[in-house]
């Protein structure tokens, strides 16, 4: 056994180990994850960590250009003709955090809270996608290193980079034989008593509108500072159904509400994180005649807004529902020079009418969606920047949407980019391993799985890009609120999902 006295090096990590279950390898070799920095693009210390784990565990390891690393451990004598299983996962999370919460992904170590059954983090993503997916394969590994498990076929860990941005590790990964797998086992999902079998297909776009300064005499204005925090946010696939606000979105409409009654120049707007998270906060900077009555008429939008969404942007205090949502309003000294009147109301509306949320469905299951991720002009430039993430289980329905958002920037005479960042979905297939799966999931969680296809990017359909004739099947424990402050591990999960994903081994390769 590998120490934890040795891989972890927080005393405040060894303390949360101990309050944590069985299986302690499980929890050993994530808290090493929390302590690691892994943002996307920036791997070079959790790669180096794998490096150093597998020479430790005894696994013949490789990065390959693309800058995945692969473990790979032989099969024990007389199993060499059983299937091969590849464990994957990836190794960066999104790193999102509350502005109030000062870290330095790059550098800084995860804070990690444990509350009953939920594990997060204090104020920032949690890196439960997939930091799950790592530890369980090295926790395997280790019972391997440990003698606890005797017999198995050829297995191999394929810990990718960058799925949180552009894929490139699954979209560029190594051709065979840098694998020598029949079998992917995913370990992405994020639902228990579940097995995914597909996934949604994705794209990128930027956009961009010329706009202009005011140009004129604005000694009478008053310039205030819009802040719109607090939001819910979250994974702008699988949770886009929710109906959550979009901080982009919300900050634009309470604007336009004010508008038509109190005239105001925008000098700037900011708002969103990363491409697949939901807005959370949004910033306005404006320049306006009326001060009072601004602030006044804008106090009435937010209220109508938390009406709108009190069944989604909510918490519970004192048996009452709250909402979530925090406006500020600040009123700053500023030189920045406004936009003009024509520029603010083209602003508005582009923004307004942006589309976010579920576009089409296919019976209850989400088909299409958009999420408008970013918004910028800032207070030198007079362009509007915007950035959306479109997801589809079609691609037919991926291409005709791409000239719907052409047709969009057009009509405003801005410019949309072609598909960036594209990815294809995951088509289910009917396979041997899938049988076994459903079996191992009967005996260890006592019901049958839920066989489903998510409306998310996983990996999956680009490795079978590569690797055409893999298997790929994905399963996962219970994280709610990913890509968001708010992401949570559920504790009790991880056994079941452990035990699921050890029964399964066991039973493919004594095939």
Same mark, same amino acid.
């Given at each position: 056994m590998l120490k934890a006295e040795i891989l972890l090096k927080r005393s405040v990590s060894l303390d949360l180990l101990k309050q944590l279950p069985e299986p302690k390898n499980f929890w050993k070799y994530f808290l090493v994850l929390t302590e690691t920095p892994r943002p996307s693009h920036d791997l070079d210390l959790v790669r180096n960590v794998l490096l150093g784990l597998a020479e430790k565990l005894e696994c013949q390891a490789d990065v390959d250009e693309a800058g995945n690393v692969r473990y790979r451990k032989k099969a024990t004598p007389g199993?060499?003709?059983?299937?091969?299983?590849?464990?994957?996962?990836?190794?960066?999370?999104?790193?999102?955090?509350?502005?109030?919460?000062?870290i330095d992904f790059h550098k800084d170590p995860i804070d990690v809270i444990i509350d009953g059954d939920k594990m997060s983090a204090d104020r920032t993503t949690l890196g439960a996608?997939?930091?799950?997916?790592?530890?369980?394969?090295?926790?395997?590994?280790?019972? $391997?290193?440990?003698?606890?498990?005797?017999?198995?076929?050829?297995?191999?860990?394929?810990?990718?980079?960058?799925?949180?941005?552009?894929?490139?590790?699954?979209?560029?990964?190594?051709?065979?034989?840098?694998l020598e797998g029949d079998i992917l086992l995913n370990l992405d999902s994020e639902e228990e008593y579940a097995i995914c079998v597909g996934c949604a297909g994705g794209s990128e776009n930027d956009f961009?509108?010329?706009?202009?300064?005011?140009? &004129?005499?604005?000694?009478?204005?008053?310039?205030?500072?819009?802040?719109?925090?607090?939001?819910?946010? &979250?994974?702008?696939?699988i949770e886009i159904h929710c109906g959550r606000g979009n901080a982009n979105k919300l900050i634009i409409k309470m604007l336009n509400f004010v508008y038509s009654e109190v005239p105001f120049y925008v000098?700037?707007?900011?708002?969103?994180?990363?491409?697949?998270? $939901?807005?959370?906060?949004?910033?306005?900077?404006?320049?306006?005649?009326n001060a009072d009555l601004f602030k006044e008429k804008l106090a009435e939008a937010f209220d109508k807004i938390k009406q709108l969404y009190e069944h989604v942007e909510y918490k519970i205090e004192d048996n009452k529902?709250?909402?979530?949502?925090?406006?500020? $309003?600040?009123?700053?000294?500023?030189?920045?020079?406004?936009?003009?009147?024509?520029?603010?109301?083209?602003?508005?509306?582009?923004?307004?009418?942006f589309y976010q949320g579920v576009i089409t469905k296919n019976q209850d299951m989400i088909k299409t969606s958009t999420n408008l991720s970013n918004i910028l002009v800032d207070s030198v430039s007079s362009t509007l920047k915007l950035?959306?993430?479109?997801?589809?289980?079609?691609?037919?329905?991926?291409?005709?949407?791409?000239?719907?958002?052409?047709?969009?920037?057009?009509?405003?005479n801005g410019t949309c980019s072609p598909p960036l960042c594209a990815f294809p979905g995951w088509d289910f297939k009917e396979s041997e391993a899938l049988e076994i799966l459903k079996e191992a999931h009967l005996e260890v969680m006592n019901r049958e799985a839920?066989?489903?296809?998510?409306?998310? &990017?996983?990996?999956?359909?680009?490795?079978?890009?590569?690797?055409?004739?893999?298997?790929?099947?994905?399963?996962?424990?219970?994280?709610?609120?990913?890509?968001?402050?708010?992401?949570?591990?559920?504790?009790?999960?991880?056994?079941?999902?452990?035990?699921?994903?050890?029964?399964?081994?066991?039973?493919?390769?004594?095939?």
């Open positions: 199993m060499e003709n059983a299937p091969k299983v590849v464990l994957q996962g990836h190794m960066d999370m999104v790193t999102t955090a509350n502005s109030d919460k000062n996608d997939n930091g799950v997916a790592i530890s369980a394969a090295l926790a395997y590994l280790e019972e $391997i290193y440990d003698g606890k498990i005797k017999e198995h076929g050829l297995i191999e860990c394929l810990f990718t980079a960058d799925e949180e941005t552009t894929m490139a590790g699954a979209e560029f990964l190594a051709p065979y034989p840098y961009e509108f010329e706009l202009e300064k005011s140009n &004129g005499n604005n000694e009478n204005l008053t310039n205030f500072k819009i802040s719109l925090t607090g939001l819910t946010g &979250g994974h702008s696939g000098v700037s707007v900011k708002g969103g994180d990363a491409p697949n998270v $939901i807005p959370r906060e949004a910033y306005a900077e404006v320049a306006v005649e529902k709250v909402s979530l949502m925090n406006l500020d $309003i600040e009123q700053i000294d500023s030189d920045d020079e406004p936009l003009s009147k024509e520029s603010t109301e083209k602003l508005l509306n582009i923004i307004n009418i950035h959306s993430f479109t997801r589809s289980s079609s691609q037919l329905e991926l291409d005709f949407y791409q000239k719907e958002l052409e047709c969009f920037a057009k009509s405003f839920k066989i489903y296809s998510v409306h998310a &990017g996983l990996e999956c359909g680009l490795i079978q890009g590569v690797y055409p004739e893999m298997t790929c099947l994905s399963i996962g424990p219970t994280i709610e609120g990913a890509h968001s402050h708010q992401e949570t591990l559920f504790i009790s999960s991880v056994p079941r999902f452990y035990n699921f994903l050890r029964t399964f081994l066991t039973k493919i390769y004594s095939k």
